[in-house]
């Protein structure tokens, strides 16, 4: 069974940059895919970023912002966010797919105040 767990969410003024992380269970160069996903409140989850064949796509209005980074030997996955604004707040969740199945974590708030 795979497991994310996510750190590094907090209150953060506008301007500013946080950096998230994903520690995995496995190995996650098993991982078909690694990315992460935001649901701000009243809204549906959406795509922040996404990791597969070796290449990350980002969503419109984080591109040039935010940077996926990994770091193999832990087993885990960054998200830089730099300037920040607020309609970057939300809970963002770790996500993996590994074969046909979906995993994801436990999620970590992220508020951004104006």
């Known amino acids: 069974q795979v497991q994310l767990v996510e750190s590094g969410g907090a209150l953060v003024q506008a301007g500013g940059s946080l950096r998230l992380s994903c520690a995995a269970s496995?190995?996650?160069?098993?991982?078909?895919?690694m990315g992460w996903y935001r649901q701000a409140p009243g809204k549906q989850r959406e795509l922040v970023a996404l990791?597969?064949?070796?290449?990350?796509d980002y969503t419109d209005s984080v591109k040039g912002r935010f940077t996926v980074s990994r770091d193999n030997a832990k087993n885990t996955v960054y998200l830089q966010m730099n300037s920040l604004k607020p309609e970057d707040t939300g809970v963002y969740y770790c996500?993996?797919?590994?074969?046909?199945?979906?995993?994801w974590g436990q999620g970590t708030q992220v508020t951004v105040s104006s």
């Open positions: 496995g190995s996650i160069f098993s991982f078909n895919a």
């Open positions: 990791t597969s064949g070796g290449s990350t």
């Open positions: 996500y993996a797919k590994w074969r046909q199945a979906h995993y």
